[in-house]
């Protein structure tokens, strides 16, 4: 349940101007104005339902992607259903090693991600054996030594992790 | 030219045309009222230029993305009451950046279907400086998959830059001409009275602005706006026996509507289509075929394109159709899209210049056309004789895209 924190601050007061700058403001008696500031906060249950596997091989440093037996198709993100089958898929092992599509610098940390601080590097993946490209973080290289095309691999972390996507990323293979 | 209006969008459907709109003004922080009184400026605006009692109106169309920016659920029923609307039917529209032209689509399929003759299409969001641009980021950022995107510190500048540093690769396309995409909207935005950011700049200067996620930098990304657009769209019969200055002012007729989408996550589209917006190419045909529209670059006479950024505007130009693929850096390093160029595009500033109110976007995209179709713009921003506009907004990366064309006729 959300609820409102109130009484954060003492409401501001301000007085403001017709924003269409009106000779005659119509709302000359409605220029006086009071801020307040709200909080709000939500804390979520979420199953990460069927491509729950995924995630817990992560933790015995296993990729998985998921086949399409119609389509012969590996989806990563995987998925139990193949959207263009519309057929259930089974589970495969990838072998973590891939091709390097694109990328970007990021200036800012967000704040919903342990991204190590700022600045990081975000990439698209082409991993072996997957049809579909994989966004993650890019560790352990500037982003000024980056060639499209270069080998990368998937890197697994043996301590705790906030979010379980962060079990794994990517580095130069 | 005659001939051509009696025929364009003419499928034995419905005719539907544009009486008025109306725009609030876009700030980065409007602290003078809440979003409701925003919407007021913005319906009150539409009616007078339309000539048009409230009264008159049969139902409404409300579009905004989020609700959590605003910190307020069922706003539309909230701007509907406010001006005094219930108790007509309405509809809360929502598909991203795109909200906005699918509200103009949705007014049109109602009236299509005969459920009014007139409607009014609202659109607004608070983006402003109601959250901190940490929190609006997250907010928008939530809207890609929070599952597999947002956890490793996905956002809409990152998965743009990493969409446009394929181009760059693919096409030779330079931060340069990305940066000229810049200069042009906030050059164009001084001559319109209700834009944000309004400025004389150069491309150095873009250049040298701060990375947010390379290759974008601060200048290269839209604004955080605080505003509303409004339009009211009625049937020519019902315009035509009841709206008084119908007979006296052009007729702008909706002509072309198309909406198509693609895969939301970008690492899930074909790698041949990674640099290309397969969804706006396919709602541009859609639109196109709808209108009659055989050859946009030379048949189109102003557009208003979704300018997130300015990578995201030189591949509208390709997806559009204004050019071949990989050809839109190129374009714009001839001005072909500028002001006094071949097909001017964004004349009102865009979403660079003018400002990014989500919800609001494909609507004061509308009102710029229609603007520029009477021939009521600035002069300084006005295209001279323009017949025919287009409108294009898209949610996520072009993932949902809705493309209006517009008609004067006469
Ligand atoms: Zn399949």
Redesign the interface.
């Given at each position: 349940m959300a609820s409102w924190e109130r009484g954060l601050s003492e409401p501001a007061r301000?007085t403001?101007?017709?924003?269409?700058g009106r000779d005659q403001d119509p709302?000359a008696d409605f220029?006086r104005?009071m801020?307040l500031e709200?909080e709000?906060r939500f804390r979520y249950r979420h199953s990460?339902g069927k491509?729950s596997r995924f995630f817990l091989a992560l933790e015995e440093g296993v990729l998985l992607g998921s086949r399409c037996l119609a389509c012969g198709g590996v989806?990563l993100?995987p998925r139990a259903l193949c959207p263009d089958d519309l057929t259930i898929t089974s589970w495969q092992e990838l072998p973590g090693t891939g091709r390097l599509?694109?990328?970007?610098?990021?200036?800012?940390?967000?704040?919903?991600?342990?991204?190590g601080g700022a600045p990081?590097l975000?990439?698209?993946v082409?991993l072996e054996g997957a049809s579909?490209?994989?966004?993650?973080?890019l560790r352990g290289v500037d982003?000024g030594e980056l060639e499209?095309g270069m080998p990368v691999r998937v890197a697994f972390s043996r301590g705790p992790v906030g979010?379980p996507?962060?079990r794994f990323w990517f580095e130069p293979a | 030219m005659a001939e051509r209006a009696r025929t364009r969008g003419d499928r034995g459907l419905t005719d539907v045309v544009v009486l008025g709109v109306g725009l609030?003004?876009f700030?980065h922080d409007?602290?003078?009222?809440s979003i409701r009184d925003w919407v007021v400026?913005a319906v009150t605006a539409a009616l007078e230029d339309g000539g048009l009692e409230r009264d008159r109106l049969d139902l409404s169309v409300m579009a905004y993305e989020s609700d959590h920016l605003a910190?307020q659920l069922g706003q539309g029923i909230i701007w509907h009451d406010s001006v005094g609307l219930a108790p007509r039917p309405t509809v809360r529209v929502e598909g991203g950046g795109a909200t906005g032209g699918l509200a103009i689509r949705s007014a049109l399929a109602q009236l299509r279907a005969g459920f009014g003759g007139c409607a009014l299409v609202v659109g607004a969001e608070r983006v402003g400086k109601s959250v901190s641009s940490?929190?609006a980021?997250?907010l928008f950022?939530m809207s890609s998959?929070t599952?597999?995107?947002?956890?490793?510190?996905?956002?809409f500048?990152?998965y743009y830059?990493?969409?446009m540093?394929?181009h760059m690769?693919r096409y030779g396309t330079t931060e340069e001409q990305m940066a000229q995409v810049s200069v042009k909207n906030h050059g164009n935005a001084r001559f319109h009275p209700l834009a944000q950011k309004p400025m004389a700049l150069t491309v150095e200067e873009v250049m040298a602005s701060?990375?947010?996620?390379?290759?974008?930098k601060l200048l290269d990304c839209s604004l955080l706006s605080d505003g509303a657009a409004a339009l009211v769209l009625a049937t020519r019969e019902w315009a035509r026996r009841n709206a008084h200055s119908f007979a006296d002012r052009p007729v702008i007729r909706l002509v072309g509507s198309g909406v198509a989408t693609d895969r939301p996550?970008?690492?899930?589209r074909p790698?041949g289509a990674?640099a290309g917006f397969a969804a706006k190419r396919r709602a541009a045909e859609m639109a196109y075929a709808m209108a009659g529209v055989e050859e946009p670059r030379k048949e189109l006479d102003v557009a208003e394109i979704y300018d997130s950024y300015t990578g995201a505007e030189l591949m509208a130009y390709e997806a559009l159709g204004l050019c071949e693929p990989g050809e839109s850096g190129e374009m714009s390093d001839l001005g072909v899209f500028e002001l006094g160029g071949e097909l001017p595009i964004n004349p009102s500033g865009g979403l660079l210049g003018f400002g990014a109110a989500a919800g609001a976007t494909g609507i004061a995209q509308a009102a710029e056309i229609v603007t520029q179709l009477r021939g009521e713009a600035d002069p300084r921003r006005q295209v001279e004789g323009a017949q025919l506009g287009l409108t294009d907004s898209h949610a996520g990366t072009a993932t949902i895209c809705a493309v209006h064309i517009f008609e004067r006729e006469g």
């Open positions: 301000r403001v101007t017709d924003p269409l709302f220029r104005v801020l709200l709000q990460l491509t989806w993100p599509m694109s990328w970007t610098g990021c200036s800012r940390a967000p704040s919903y991600a342990d991204t990081y975000l990439a698209y082409a579909t490209l994989f966004l993650h973080r982003e499209p979010h996507l962060e | 609030s003004r700030s409007r602290l003078d009222g400026e910190g940490a929190t980021t997250e950022a998959d599952d597999w995107e947002l956890p490793v510190g996905g956002h500048t990152a830059a990493m969409i540093r394929e690769r701060p990375v947010i996620a390379s290759p974008y996550r970008p690492g899930d790698w990674f």
